[in-house]
């Protein structure tokens, strides 16, 4: 960890050029302070400042060899210092997959040196470090920082308290290890059962009671000095298609999207919201030009901007999604993003060819310095916000303090506790007693677990039953059992008094639907667990006992077992309508549904 004589030394080019004295003064810059920044910045430099850009590896300086090699393929440079002093870039996106979050302590060294090969750069700036910490089934920080419920977990909680609390927690934590930009919470309202990459990741269907927890999370953040960043604008929740692989279409009129999509986002503005991201979707009715919302002027400036009042930094999605490409090549993109409104360009694919393209359109007079000027004020006035002119490096000691304490794990057991959803209980079936249901069999569908939590959720069900007085047994089956494994899982039952088995994603023609069925079939009582769509309820009428988890983190499942044991009581109502497998057009379980012991 860096020593205050570092510090100083790394902040004196800034302090300098804002002839302010000391670091402890530049805590909230001003307008005419920040643009006296501007003003001395190359073009080279202002252009980098708009990018927010990933890196391999788990050192600032000294990453392992196969990252280097990574990096040198990708983006040219060996690591996240010489891609700083490179491209000059006003971020860094941390993911696991770049081998950027070990643990705790590695990722504020990690940090402390983005920022320190930053600030020892002349007219150096400090980074937006970022990463998507939405918790639930998008993390990139794992155990053993605090995990909470997912977004809609916390919308079958439905306290606002709680979601203030998860992101004051969840800030206070990222902020300990460097991190000061989350791009959470996910502000779309998930009306499309059939949504590939939404889903659990909103609140809910009800516009009303999305926008309620949108703004109590960024509350929680803002209390802990760490920026949310509201997404998917201008609504991703009824899409079928994953802007990550396609481009999808919203079909909604106008007047829909100002009484469905509009109301969390202006909830988020209204709560001071430091940064909206983009979505890569085709929205027609605001826009018919056939360009995405990321690209679109009238949709960014005219609406958000605007229409919504919308002052804060707008980023992009990661502008290597295949629905921001689908139109335009990768040197055109960036410079479409900024004409349209964009202040930060995300994770470009290229990022070479992308700040060249950038550069050659102010070159070329396509854009204005001037433009530039604009997105880097809002950029800064964030950054002063943040207070990172003072305080960019971070602690060991404020690491050990914040990160993973007791108090905070048992917060986010708490509120997991009040986010499971009962929806069938025939003959009352839950809780299980101890003393008739002392064998369990835990079985079931095994997706690969969510960032740093334990997984598989077989296991971790079993365990937390077995802790709970239960004798469990776990054995995966998988999303697709074959007959083989199903007719191992059977056999396995028949030995069992009770069996519990967690179903993801389910469809009428799904093996999984084959292997309850089969379960059920052999008389010993089933209690089913959906671990992430909650729809599955409707494709299995013959289970007697069904749970919600939204999740299959460690603090989710446990929370089910709690449930399942009696521990608890299940308090979580559905943020969603579950329609029937049959006939769709019929609400099998309205919003707000939910049983109790």
């Known amino acids: 960890m860096p020593s205050r004589r570092t510090v100083l030394a790394a902040t004196a080019g800034v302090t300098a050029a804002l002839a302010v004295g000391s670091p402890a003064h530049a805590a909230a810059l ?218 999808p279409v919203i079909t909604h009129s106008r007047e829909l999207w100002e009484k469905l999509d509009a109301v969390p986002f202006r909830a988020a503005v209204e709560a001071g919201i430091d940064a909206i991201m983009t979505a890569h979707i085709q929205f027609p009715a605001l826009d018919d030009s056939g360009d995405p919302a990321t690209l679109s002027h009238p949709i960014l400036t005219g609406i958000l901007r605007g229409e919504l009042g919308y002052d804060g930094v707008v980023v992009t999605d990661s502008l290597g999604m295949e629905g921001v490409r689908t139109k335009y090549g990768d040197d055109r993109v960036p410079v479409l993003a900024l004409r349209a409104g964009v202040d930060q360009l995300l994770n470009p694919p290229d990022l070479p060819v992308a700040w060249n393209a950038v550069l050659k359109a102010v070159q070329d007079g396509e854009l204005t310095e001037a433009r530039l000027d604009e997105s880097i004020l809002r950029i800064l006035r964030l950054k002063s916000r943040l207070k990172l002119f003072r305080r960019p490096y971070v602690s060991g000691h404020g690491v050990d303090r914040t990160v993973g304490t007791r108090a905070h794990l048992a917060a986010a057991d708490r509120i997991a506790e009040r986010t499971t959803t009962l929806l069938v209980n025939d003959g009352q079936l839950l809780p299980l007693s101890r003393a008739a249901h002392h064998k369990l069999l835990v079985v079931g569908a095994d997706p690969a677990s969510p960032s740093g939590t334990t997984g598989p959720p077989t296991g971790v069900l079993a365990a937390a039953l077995t802790e709970l007085g239960f004798t469990a047994t776990a054995l995966s089956t998988g999303t697709a059992p074959s007959a083989a494994t199903i007719a191992q899982a059977v056999a396995a039952a028949r030995d069992a008094d009770a069996v519990v088995v967690g179903t993801y994603n389910v469809t009428a023609g799904s093996a999984q639907k084959a292997l309850v069925e089969q379960l059920v079939a052999t008389g010993r009582p089933v209690v089913a667990i959906a671990v992430r769509n909650p729809y599955d309820v409707a494709q299995l009428p013959s289970v007697r006992a069904y749970l919600a988890s939204y999740s299959w983190t460690d603090v989710e499942l446990r929370a089910a077992a709690r449930v399942i044991a009696g521990r608890v009581g299940p308090r979580g109502r559905l943020p969603v309508p579950v329609q029937r497998a049959d006939d769709p057009a019929q609400v099998l379980y309205p919003i707000g549904y939910g049983l109790s012991y």
């Open 30 to 247: 001003d307008d005419k302070k920040l643009r006296s920044l501007i003003s001395r910045m190359t073009l080279e430099e202002k252009v980098g400042q708009l990018f927010v850009m990933r890196v391999y590896g788990h050192s600032a300086t000294d990453p392992d060899q196969a990252d280097i090699d990574a990096n040198l393929s990708e983006i040219g440079v060996r690591t996240a210092a010489e891609l700083i002093a490179r491209y000059r870039v006003g971020g860094i996106i941390y993911f696991t997959w770049a081998h950027n979050t070990r643990d705790p302590h590695q990722i504020a060294n990690l940090s402390n040196g983005i920022q320190r090969a930053s600030l020892g750069l002349p007219r150096g700036l400090p980074v937006l470090v970022t990463t998507d910490q939405e918790h639930g089934i998008v993390c990139r920080v794992g155990a053993p920082a605090t995990l909470f419920p997912g977004a809609m977990a916390m919308g079958a909680g439905g306290s606002r308290e709680d979601a203030r609390t998860l992101g004051r927690i969840s800030g206070a934590e990222l902020r300990a290890i460097g991190i000061n930009q989350d791009y959470s919470p996910d502000a779309d309202v998930n009306i499309n059962p059939a949504n590939p990459v939404i889903g659990v990741r909103s609140f809910g269907a009800d516009p009303d009671a999305v926008a309620a927890m949108v703004a109590a999370e960024v509350g929680g953040y803002q209390r802990s000095s760490v920026a949310a960043t509201a997404k998917h604008f201008p609504g991703h929740g009824d899409t079928a298609v994953d802007s990550h692989y396609g481009f």
